[in-house]
């Protein structure tokens, strides 16, 4: 996204498309822990935190229900596979998110 106005553009369309108590969620990389690496990518233009996202999804007639900071790491993508079970075994465990979580998770409601 490359501005604001491009964020509240697609959620409003996301409201629109959704009924009433339908759900979005939004994971995505979190400025306030990815400060260095966000920008080495040309298509990151619109620095996000969750409480900036959580903003503009209730300007645009969403309730946020779930609302987690640190979620996943900041790239899952890597040149060796990691293991399922090590992935399951990272979310269960709270913790870890902390440590290397660097992407916020939202889930939103659509209000009536």
């Known amino acids: ?3 604001p106005d491009a964020l509240l553009g697609v959620l409003s369309q996301a409201s629109r498309s959704l009924r009433p108590g339908g759900r979005l969620l939004a994971i995505g990389p979190n400025m306030r822990y990815t400060l260095k690496e966000y920008w080495d990518f040309l298509d990151h233009r619109l620095p996000l935190t969750e409480r900036s996202l959580k903003e503009a999804m209730e300007l645009r007639g969403f309730r946020v229900i779930e609302c987690v900071p640190r979620l996943l790491p900041y790239s899952m993508d890597s040149h ?3 293991p399922a079970s090590l992935v399951a075994l990272y979310c269960r465990v ?3 998110w902390r440590v290397f979580g ?4 939202l889930v939103a409601e659509r209000l009536p």
């Open 1 to 3: 996204l490359g501005s």
């Open 80 to 82: 060796r596979q990691v």
């Open 94 to 96: 709270p913790l870890l």
């Open 102 to 105: 660097k992407q916020f998770l």
